[in-house]
Antibody
Framework: EVRLVESGGNLIQPGGSLRLSCAAS????????MNWVRQAPGKGLEWVSV???????YYADSVKGRFTISRDNSKNTVYLQMNGLRAEDTAVYYC????????????WGQGTLVIVSS | QSALTQPASVSGSPGQSITISCTGT?????????VSWYQQHPGKAPKPLIY???NRPSGVSDRFSGSKSGNTASLTISGLQAEDEADYYC??????????FGTGTKVTVL
C-alpha cells in the first residue's frame, strides 16, 4: 500500500529555516517523481517543487533560491529545506507522488502545517 | 507562472449536471494533454478525479468526466450528489516550471 507521511511543520519566525520530511512506503522514491504542493489557509493549491527520478529539480518562482528539495534513498524519504521563510510561506505542505504512467499526482500525504509568524 | 483560471463557485441541485471550466494558455492547458482534476473536502488532502484530460483513476465514479478544447479544460459532474460538495482544482503540466494549479472552484449542492 502506498503511503506518504509528512512531518516537520512548526511555528517559525520570519527569516528562519525549517526542514520538512516526507516518508514514503509501498514504493521507492528514487523511482518516481516526487513533488511538494502547498495550500495557504483558506486559499488554493500551489505547486512548489519537484525532484525527478534523475535528480533534476524544479521550483516555483515564489520559492526559488530559498527552498531545496532532496531525497535520501536509504530512508526512502523526500525533504523540503526551507530557508528565509516569509509570512506568505504559511501553509499546509503536502508531499505528492507523480504517477508512473502520467503527469498527475496519484497519491498525497496528509500535510504538515508551517506557520511563519513573529 | 500564473494560476489557471476557474470560476470561484458553481452550484446545482441533486441529480443535475454541472461543469467547471479551467482556462490556461498554450504553454500549459493548450499545449499538453496533461490536465488533471482534484477534489478536496475541508481539512482533507486532494483526491485525483481525472488525469490526461479525460481518464479516471481506478475507483473514481464515472459521474466525473473531463474534456479539453484549446486552452480550456472542463470537468463535468453528472447526477450531482450531496457528497460532491467540495473544492475542485484543475492542474496542468507547463513548459515554464513543471506544474500549475487552477484557482479552485467551490461546488455547492443546493
Amino acid at each position: 500500500e502506498v503511503r506518504l507521511v509528512e512531518s516537520g511543520g512548526n511555528l517559525i519566525q520570519p527569516g528562519g529555516s525549517l526542514r520538512l520530511s516526507c516518508a514514503a512506503s509501498g514504493f521507492i522514491v528514487s523511482n518516481i517523481n516526487m513533488n511538494w504542493v502547498r495550500q495557504a489557509p483558506g486559499k488554493g493549491l500551489e505547486w512548489v517543487s519537484v525532484m525527478y527520478t534523475g535528480g533534476y529539480t524544479y521550483y516555483a518562482d515564489s520559492v526559488k533560491g530559498r527552498f531545496t528539495i532532496s531525497r535520501d534513498n536509504s530512508k526512502n524519504t523526500v525533504y523540503l529545506q526551507m530557508n528565509g521563510l516569509r509570512a506568505e510561506d504559511t501553509a499546509v505542505y503536502y508531499c505528492a507522488r507523480e504517477s508512473l504512467d502520467s503527469s498527475y499526482f496519484d497519491y498525497w500525504g496528509q500535510g504538515t502545517l508551517v506557520i511563519v509568524s513573529s | 507562472q500564473s494560476a489557471l483560471t476557474q470560476p470561484a463557485s458553481v452550484s446545482g441541485s441533486p441529480g443535475q449536471s454541472i461543469t467547471i471550466s479551467c482556462t490556461g494558455t498554450s504553454s500549459d492547458v493548450g499545449g499538453y494533454n496533461y490536465v488533471s482534476w482534484y477534489q478536496q473536502h475541508p481539512g482533507k488532502a486532494p483526491k485525483p478525479l481525472i488525469y490526461d484530460v479525460s481518464n479516471r483513476p481506478s475507483g473514481v465514479s464515472d459521474r466525473f468526466s473531463g474534456s479539453k478544447s484549446g486552452n480550456t479544460a472542463s470537468l463535468t459532474i453528472s447526477g450531482l450528489q450531496a457528497e460532491d460538495e467540495a473544492d475542485y482544482y484543475c492542474s496542468s503540466y507547463t513548459s515554464t516550471t513543471a506544474f500549475v494549479f487552477g484557482t479552485g472552484t467551490k461546488v455547492t449542492v443546493l
